[in-house]
């Protein structure tokens, strides 16, 4: 049986309040309308026509600050979302939002349709850089959203952006550290993008933005995933989906580094070799160790890490230990992200 699945309702920027500097949703919004209620109920259902034997399946409403539209909007999609959850065909209701779009009246009326989890769009703690990106919020009202969202009960999710205006690795694992401090349930994170017609665009025209190296986004990324995991709090998304927009040939140029279609494996290779690299680096020091011959298991989730995207692991590990030969492994019992390294007679 399949844990888990998300049916993704898109919902345009019909309310958000502010333009950051990274955002084209605006512009996005002009030309798509808010989907109508029999738009939603016929998606959900052919969604559901898909999912089978699933343990828990959730209605998430996606790309947009969805508690910053219209309360009387709001209420006409979560009635939508509450029937199907009260008949049971679905387990929970999932929304996203900005930190600033979170008060009492807005709790009550989640929490009045059986809301189970919040993802607050935080992108970053530092407040220099929240105003060089224009949030329109500083970092005192993540704070206070994220206090009120759990204090309804409700699951709470951060949304994290590294290599905004003013980012650096510090900046990056400083809100790594408050992410943790807050305890949510998830965590998802996003290299930041260079999108046509937004102020960030024009900034990287001007020369004021460079964005991050593929080695600089990746390593950022990687620091920042490493302490989340290790914190317990499931990090459900790294990187962002392949769109035409982010395709274009042009977008391609600029955003070499933070967009990959497969960025949470680059992450994960990488986190899989500085770990898999620490443990030969004890053994092979070791001059008591006469071994050449080693097996390198990891978990059937983290098995492609082991290889590594188009072999990359496997060609690093040769090149840095030319005298020692690898022999690689699944093994059920190891939970992902871990490895182990044991010399072979």
């Not at 890490?305 to 590990?317: A, E, T, V």
């Amino acid at each position: 049986m399949k844990k888990h699945a998300i049916i993704p309702v898109f919902i345009p920027h019909l309310g958000c309040p502010h333009t950051c500097v990274f955002c084209d949703q605006k512009q996005i919004t002009a030309r798509e309308k808010a989907p109508t209620k029999d738009e939603v109920i016929s998606f959900i259902e052919e969604w559901l026509t898909t999912l089978t034997d699933v343990e828990t399946v959730e209605i998430a409403f996606y790309g947009g600050s969805f508690t910053a539209i219209p309360l009387s909007m709001q209420k006409e999609y979560l009635e939508i979302a509450k029937e199907y959850k009260d008949a049971g065909r679905i387990q929970k209701i999932h929304l996203s939002t900005r930190p600033d779009a979170i008060d009492k009246e807005i709790m009550d009326n989640l929490k009045a349709y059986s809301v189970d989890t919040v993802e607050l769009g935080v992108q970053s703690f530092d407040d220099e850089v929240l105003r060089i990106s224009e949030r329109g919020h500083d970092s005192a009202a993540v704070y206070r959203a994220a206090e009120l969202i759990k204090s309804y009960g409700m699951e709470l999710g951060i949304q994290l952006m590294i290599g905004l205006p003013g980012d650096s690795m510090k900046s990056c694992l400083y809100s790594v550290d408050e992410t943790i401090k807050l305890a949510p349930s998830l965590a998802r994170l996003y290299p930041t993008l260079v999108l046509p017609g937004t102020e960030l665009y024009a900034m990287y025209e001007r020369g004021d933005y460079t964005p991050l190296t593929r080695e600089e986004a990746v390593a950022i990324t990687a620091a920042m995933y490493r302490l989340l995991d290790a914190a317990g709090i499931y990090v459900m998304r790294v990187g962002l989906k392949s769109t035409d927009v982010i395709n274009s040939e042009r977008l391609g140029e600029i955003n070499s580094g933070t967009y990959h279609p497969a960025f949470r494996q680059l992450v994960e290779d990488y986190i899989a070799r500085e770990k898999i690299s620490s443990m030969l680096n004890q053994i092979t020091k070791n001059r008591l160790c006469k071994h050449k011959k080693f097996l390198v298991k990891g978990s059937p989730s983290w098995a492609s890490s082991l290889s590594g995207h188009n072999g990359d692991n496997k060609k690093f590990f040769k090149e840095k230990y030319p005298d020692v030969e690898l022999v690689f492994e699944t093994d059920d019992s190891l939970p992902p992200g871990k490895f182990t390294v044991t010399s072979i007679k």
